[in-house]
C-alpha cells in the first residue's frame, strides 16, 4: 500500500512538458518529414506546432480543393478523412 501512495505521489511531480503533450494521431508524424518539429529551424515550410487548429484545417481543404497551389500537399490531403484531418490539426495546435 505504501508503494502504491509513494508511485502515486511520485506520478503527481512529474509533470509532462507541453511539447510531449498527448500522442499524436495517425498520420500526424508524416508531417515531420517536411515541416519542422523544433522552433528555431528557417525554412520556407511553415512550422505546424502551435498553430491554430481551425486554420491547419482550412488549409488542409485548401489543398484538398485545389484552391491553394500545391506541389505535394494537394496530394497528401487527399490522402486523409475530414475526421483525420481534424484530430491532427487539434494535435498540432496543443503542441509548443
Not at 1 to 8: D, H, I, P, S, W
Not at 66 to 80: L, N
Request: hydrophobic share 50%; net charge positive; proline share 6%.
Amino acid at each position: 500500500m505504501t508503494r502504491l501512495l509513494v508511485a502515486a505521489l511520485v506520478m503527481l511531480a512529474i509533470r509532462i512538458p507541453p511539447t510531449l503533450s498527448a500522442e499524436a494521431p495517425p498520420g500526424a508524424a508524416s508531417c515531420t518529414g517536411c515541416h519542422a518539429v523544433r522552433s528555431g529551424i528557417d525554412t520556407a515550410i511553415p512550422r505546424l506546432a502551435g498553430r491554430n487548429a481551425a486554420e491547419l484545417v482550412s488549409q488542409m481543404e485548401a489543398f484538398r480543393s485545389g484552391q491553394r497551389p500545391a506541389t505535394v500537399m494537394d496530394q497528401i490531403a487527399k490522402g486523409f478523412s475530414d475526421a483525420e484531418v481534424q484530430a491532427i490539426a487539434a494535435w498540432y495546435a496543443e503542441q509548443r
